[in-house]
Nanobody, 125 residues
Framework: VQLQASGGGLVQSGGSLRLSCTAS????????IGWFRQAPGEEHKGVSY????????YYVDSVKGRFSISRDNAKNTVYLHMNSLKPEDTAVYYC???????????????????WGQGTQVTVSS
């Protein structure tokens, strides 16, 4: 079981990127997926979540209205569409599977596993 985040890069403030989370060895449509990010010197922080039911999504306040999360089950991929990027969005972005959905908060770090290699997003001012 392995996840891989990709699609990061260097973009100017106000620009857009689309991150992809792909899986090898299993299908993602059975699992809730979270996107997290880690800025230099900081801990992992939740960004967005997509559940297995249609319309089950969540965004932290700092990205609401700018980011959107979606699935393409045919491609076994979860996307994070990032628009109106800001320098404070600069971080390594990771995707992970929610394996312990116990808490009311959809981005509880301890409930996630199978963290893939992250992808660097750098937003210049």
């Amino acid at each position: 079981v392995q996840l891989q985040a990709s699609g990061g890069g260097l973009v100017q403030s106000g620009g857009s990127l689309r991150l992809s989370c792909t899986a090898s060895g299993f299908t993602l449509d059975r699992y809730a997926i979270g996107w997290f990010r880690q800025a230099p010197g900081e801990e992992h922080k939740g960004v967005s979540y997509i559940g297995t039911r249609a319309g089950s999504t969540y965004y932290v306040d700092s990205v609401k209205g700018r980011f959107s999360i979606s699935r393409d089950n045919a491609k076994n991929t979860v996307y994070l569409h990032m628009n109106s990027l800001k320098p404070e969005d600069t971080a390594v972005y990771y995707c992970a599977i929610r394996i312990h959905p116990f808490s009311d908060y959809d981005l509880e770090l301890d409930e996630y596993a199978y963290w893939g290699q992250g992808t660097q997003v750098t937003v210049s001012s």
